[in-house]
């Protein structure tokens, strides 16, 4: 059984950092694309950052300069570095794997639960 555990959500204020991690467990053969989305109540959720398995990476428009995605493949780790946050950054973040539990299988998106992030003004 495949799960994404993300951590790393809280309160923080304007301006500030914030790291966010999400880690894959279960029996997986590799991982293709790992993304981070946000979704702010009454509104759909959202693209914030991609990252390939060769490390090419995408953003939205609204957190470029500002975000950094990463990955570490041996930890089945994605993270998204979060800076100079202001208030439409408050969203619940999740995180989504691309990925392939056999070497036989198709791949398929697994979704993480979310983790809360607020910023205040």
């Known amino acids: 059984q495949v799960q994404l555990v993300e951590s790393g959500g809280g309160l923080v204020q304007a301006g500030n950092s914030l790291k966010l991690s999400c880690q894959a467990s279960?029996?997986?053969?590799?991982?293709?694309?790992m993304s981070w989305f946000r979704q702010v109540p009454g509104k759909q959720r959202e693209l914030v950052a991609r990252?390939?398995?060769?490390?090419?990476?995408n953003y939205a428009d609204s957190v470029k300069d500002r975000f950094a995605i990463s990955r570490d493949n041996a930890k089945r780790t994605v993270y998204l570095q979060m800076n100079s946050l202001n208030a439409e950054d408050t969203a619940v973040y999740y995180c989504?794997?691309?990925?392939?539990?056999?070497?036989?299988?198709?791949?398929?998106?697994?979704w993480g639960k979310g983790t809360l992030v607020t910023v205040s003004s």
């Open positions: 989504k794997m691309n990925l392939k539990q056999y070497y036989y299988t198709s791949s398929t998106d697994y």
């Open positions: 279960g029996g997986i053969f590799s991982i293709n694309i």
């Open positions: 990252i390939t398995n060769t490390g090419t990476t």
